[in-house]
């Protein structure tokens, strides 16, 4: 691994050295000045509300030995003091970033894994990850940091690791164009095509056009998609003949396949054939969507000729992301803490998952679901109808659009007295606290902006 240095950043970002060592090698790098390590490199980020900036001497007096900033001018005053510092100063910090990341990622030529699509990219992420290390030592995305910062300081981490899977999200046009023309991906995977910020972008079309854009920066590169996604199924007959395209499913007849399916409440299992071998394989997580998720991450170590029982082992000895079906159970009740994020999509398979309980009371706490503009009304009423598919036994909302999952279940045929709503979210530790008893299992799920996995986490400890 090649670690940059003054020189290098000079060079890229045809910044200005205010003052320090162009010799200085910059090996961490940190855009918060509170959690700033001996040794990094800051760089002060400029946002619509927040201005980095204005903490660069803070970035030193926590031990930093080189920040990069934009709109500063500085006195003979702010430079005394400072032996052995480099001040770097740039026209925008933030296309500064980019291209410092991008020349990492050149000189350290190592595979790239992309992963987008509308819901599931972290627990796919974390799957994949967990087959890549069973060979190679993988650098992966922190969280759901896979925004324009989160790629960039993913890659500029990068120390002796031979691989990255780096995620990839959006909500406009234009935002995955970027990632992938800083990351480079030689393996670009799409989980699937869902309603996440249709409120944005109009039309699942246009969602699927927009996650395309992972392709933009990479070349020739092996895609993995989901088949049994309807608009990922289409695109790959109509694009199987010109690109080199590897699938995976359990509905559509795809490269890698699951049949024999067992779903149970705490794993799932199932056969898949590779590379000609019927293997058992076992999901340590729930539900269906998590067998999806897998089998991308074999169809992954296939292309990476990973061997088939470290696949196997990857599969079965991964661990998610907090927040996503994190499961504990507390004096006989079963709280299920999917709340980091919600689509309908997400919000379906998390109900479907939640009614596979049978022997159990199953009560579900929903808020709103964001980013659905026009569709709001009617992709939370579709929330409602599943619920009620679902036969729960208690729903408890809070949130403005949450209302109509309520309403509709309601209209479907739940009775009244099992739902629950309120504009108060903090209500609804009231109703847990008198409703649920020994042998009920709650699951919390909303938008991360609703911040019901604090609500989660509040429960617990009440329980």
């Excluded at 052995?84 to 350290?108: F, G, H, P, W």
């Excluded at 997580?285 to 991450?297: E, P």
């Excluded at 079906?325 to 299920?336: Q, T």
């Excluded at 569709?375 to 209302?403: F, P, Q, S, T």
């Amino acid at each position: 691994m090649k670690n940059l240095t003054v020189e290098d950043i000079l060079k890229v970002t045809k910044g200005e050295l205010i003052k320090g060592n162009e010799k200085l090698e910059c090996e961490n790098f940190s855009r918060d000045t509170r959690n700033i390590q001996k040794g990094d490199t800051y760089v002060a980020i400029k946002g619509e509300k927040f201005d980095g900036n204005i903490f660069w001497k803070d970035a030193f007096k926590n031990g930093a030995d080189c920040v990069i900033v934009q709109d500063i001018e500085f006195s003979n005053e702010d430079l005394k003091d400072l032996d052995n510092k480099t001040i770097i100063k740039v026209d925008d910090t933030m296309q500064a970033l980019y291209k410092i990341a991008s020349y990492k990622r050149e000189i350290n030529n190592i595979p790239v894994i992309a992963i987008t699509g509308s819901v599931g990219k972290t627990s796919t992420k974390d799957m994949v990850a967990s087959v890549v290390s069973q060979k190679y030592k993988t650098l992966k995305t922190i969280g759901n940091n896979n925004n324009n910062i989160g790629l960039p300081f993913t890659i500029l981490r990068l120390k002796d690791e031979e691989i990255m899977i780096l995620e990839m999200g959006m909500n406009h046009f234009g935002e995955i164009h970027l990632l992938s023309n800083i990351a480079k991906p030689n393996i670009c995977v799409i989980t699937n095509i869902g309603t996440s910020h249709i409120g944005n972008l109009g039309s699942k079309e246009n969602i699927l056009k927009a996650k395309l854009e992972i392709l933009d920066g990479a070349e020739n590169p092996t895609i993995i998609i989901n088949n049994d996604d309807e608009l990922l199924h289409k695109w790959y007959l109509e694009n199987k003949d010109s690109r080199k395209i590897i699938t995976y499913g359990i509905e559509n007849k795809s490269d890698i396949m699951a049949k024999d399916i067992i779903l149970e409440q705490e794993k799932s299992t199932y056969k898949c054939e590779i590379d000609g071998k019927e293997m058992d394989v076992e999901v340590p997580i729930a539900g269906r969507h998590f067998v999806l998720n897998s089998l991308c991450a074999t169809t992954v170590g296939i292309a990476l000729n990973i061997d088939i029982n470290k696949i196997i082992t990857g599969i079965k000895n991964v661990e998610l992301t907090k927040k996503r079906m994190d499961i504990k159970e507390i004096n006989g009740i079963k709280v299920i803490n999917d709340a980091y994020n919600a689509s309908p999509e997400a919000m379906k398979a998390s109900l479907n998952y939640l009614s596979s309980f049978k022997n159990n009371r199953k009560i579900a706490v929903l808020g709103d679901m964001f980013e659905l503009g026009e569709y709001a009304e009617k992709l939370h009423r579709l929330v409602g109808e599943e619920v009620y598919k679902n036969n729960l036994d208690i729903l408890i909302c809070a949130g403005e659009n949450a209302k109509l999952i309520a309403e509709e279940a309601l209209k479907d045929g739940m009775k009244k007295e099992n739902i629950y709503y309120f504009e108060d979210k903090d209500k609804i530790l009231e109703v847990l606290k008198n409703e649920t008893k020994t042998g009920d299992v709650v699951l919390f799920k909303a938008s991360n902006g609703m911040r019901f996995y604090e609500l989660a986490d509040r429960f617990i400890d009440m329980v």
